[in-house]
């Protein structure tokens, strides 16, 4: 008897604005500046339930700019992992561009963190989803060849395969499009 190949698909969330609250201008410099929102949680464990695997894709340019070190990013990515786990929402993983723009090939609108995961995980790209509150995110998902949603309240063009105003919309609307 054939057995089938099961597909592992995923969905990557970029980090600020989408799993906390955006800095602004600027970063997330300490855990007490990282603020979680409950409607990633939501679309989170929505994914997980529709079958897929849930990821954090993130650029953290202050890393490379001094602003905040490796050891704090990778201290409050190892806190979210946790209050994440106890409330049933495990990660496949956080993947992270420290670097400078131009320095490397896994900084977004790149593709590169999520041909990582898909490398180490053996996910199905043309499955998976990228959801992003910037254009970057979404041309690093297209060019991965995820499917994309931009979270954004502007009107303002974008490639993105949906655009929702805002994450409540989101957490709304993911399970009818995964």
């Not at 939501?42 to 890393?63: D, F, H, M, P, S």
């Not at 994440?84 to 956080?94: D, K, N, T």
């Not at 949603?149 to 490639?159: M, W």
């Amino acid at each position: 008897m054939k057995q089938e190949k099961t597909i592992r698909k995923c969905v990557f969330f970029d980090r600020d604005g989408i799993v906390n609250q955006s800095p602004g201008p600027g970063w997330v410099e300490g855990w007490e500046d990282f603020h979680l929102l409950p409607e990633f949680v939501e679309a989170a464990r929505t994914a997980l339930e529709r079958g897929y695997e849930v990821a954090i894709i993130t650029n953290q340019r202050g890393v490379a700019l001094g602003v905040l070190s490796l050891e704090t990013v990778n201290d409050m990515h190892r806190r979210l992992t946790d209050i994440l786990i106890s409330r049933g929402v495990p990660l496949l993983g956080i993947y992270m561009c420290p670097h400078e723009r131009d320095a490397c090939t896994c900084r977004k609108p790149l593709p590169g963190l999520l041909l990582q995961a898909a490398k180490e995980h053996g996910l199905d790209l043309g499955a998976s989803w990228m959801i992003g509150d910037k254009e970057t995110d979404v041309e690093a998902g297209s060019g991965a060849g995820c499917r994309t949603i931009l979270v954004r309240s502007s009107d303002e063009a974008t490639h993105a395969d949906y655009h929702v105003a805002d994450m409540k919309t989101l957490c709304s609307m993911i399970a009818d499009w995964l």
